[in-house]
């Protein structure tokens, strides 16, 4: 999984609802990476930037058979947003699909979210030289990390 840090989303209210998910989806065995933010102007703020943002969800199965679009996997999208997404069964397709996940997933592009020995969730730059692991979200400020926790506690997920 490809998925935004704290520093390349724009909007935290989203981030604080992902945050939980990210230990049980590494003790189930799932792959996580967090694209690192690369200078993008509007970083947005608690409930989103001023200006439209685009957003992919993608998945593929088989090296040919997937999914690509901004539809979420969730009632609200379902429901109440404009949002959609194409099913697709092509290997030309799917290989480029698998290309820019592994673009994403490279060491330039992302932190390999991993756990450690006392189940903490721990971000590795493998892009520096020894590679670093670090304790807390790469790239954030304090006061950044302690709005989307705050945000995190509230019953907001369904709106998100």
């Known amino acids: 999984v490809v998925t935004n840090s704290l520093a390349a989303n724009d909007?935290?209210?989203?981030h604080g609802g992902y945050m939980h998910y990210r230990a049980p989806l590494l003790r189930s065995g799932v792959h996580l990476y967090e694209l690192k933010a690369h200078g993008?102007?509007?970083r947005g703020g608690l409930f989103g930037s001023s200006g439209a943002s685009l957003h992919t969800k993608a998945f593929l199965l088989d090296d040919r058979r997937g999914f690509v679009g901004s539809f979420n996997l969730d009632p609200?999208?379902?429901y109440l947003n404009t949002e959609m997404g194409v099913l697709f069964?092509?290997?030309v397709l799917?290989?480029?699909?698998r290309a820019e996940y592994l673009r994403l997933a490279d060491p330039a592009q992302s932190y390999w979210v991993t756990l450690d020995a006392?189940?903490?969730?721990r971000w590795l730059d493998r892009a520096a030289q020894p590679p670093v692991l670090?304790?807390?979200?790469?790239?954030?400020?304090?006061?950044?990390?302690?709005?989307a926790r705050a945000?995190?506690?509230l019953p907001l997920e369904s709106q998100l």
């Open 151 to 153: 945000i995190s506690w």
């Open 89 to 91: 069964d092509d290997a």
């Open 76 to 78: 609200r999208s379902a």
């Open 118 to 121: 006392q189940d903490r969730v």
């Open 134 to 147: 670090l304790d807390r979200e790469p790239d954030t400020s304090f006061w950044l990390r302690a709005s």
């Open 40 to 42: 993008h102007g509007d």
């Open 94 to 97: 799917g290989a480029q699909l």
């Open 11 to 14: 909007v935290a209210a989203v």
